[in-house]
């Protein structure tokens, strides 16, 4: 069974800084993308970062400069460091992989989400 499980939500005030890990298990990856999203209530999920196997990397225009998404050593894992958080950054966040499996040709799974509040 395929699964993406995302911590490291929670409450953090204006300003400060929290780490969104995820672990990708019972799939292997030939090469894949990670990736993380967001989704606030009545809007649609919005890409946050994203990195390739390769080391590209992408970023929303309005986290540049304060999100960092990277890879866990050789595992099948991968965290976003996000600080300088604002009211704004509120939202259940999403990690992703897409890429090409062992197997099973190409596939997308979804982390359940986790949630995440700026608030003071």
């Known amino acids: 069974q395929v699964q993406l499980v995302e911590s490291g939500g929670g409450l953090v005030q204006p300003g400060g800084s929290l780490t969104l890990s995820c672990a990708a298990s019972?799939?292997?990856?030939?090469?894949?993308?990670m990736g993380w999203f967001r989704q606030t209530p009545g809007k649609q999920r919005e890409l946050v970062a994203r990195?390739?196997?390769?080391?590209?990397?992408t970023y929303a225009e309005s986290v540049k400069g304060r999100f960092t998404i990277s890879r866990v050593g050789e595992k099948n894992a991968w965290i976003l460091q996000m600080s300088s958080l604002t009211p704004d950054d509120t939202a259940v966040y999403f990690c992703?992989?897409?890429?090409?499996?062992?197997?099973?040709?190409?596939?997308?799974?979804w982390g359940p989400g986790t949630q995440v509040t700026v608030s003071s």
């Open positions: 992703n992989s897409q890429g090409v499996t062992d197997g099973y040709g190409f596939q997308e799974f």
């Open positions: 019972g799939i292997k990856f030939l090469v894949n993308t």
């Open positions: 990195l390739t196997q390769g080391g590209a990397v």
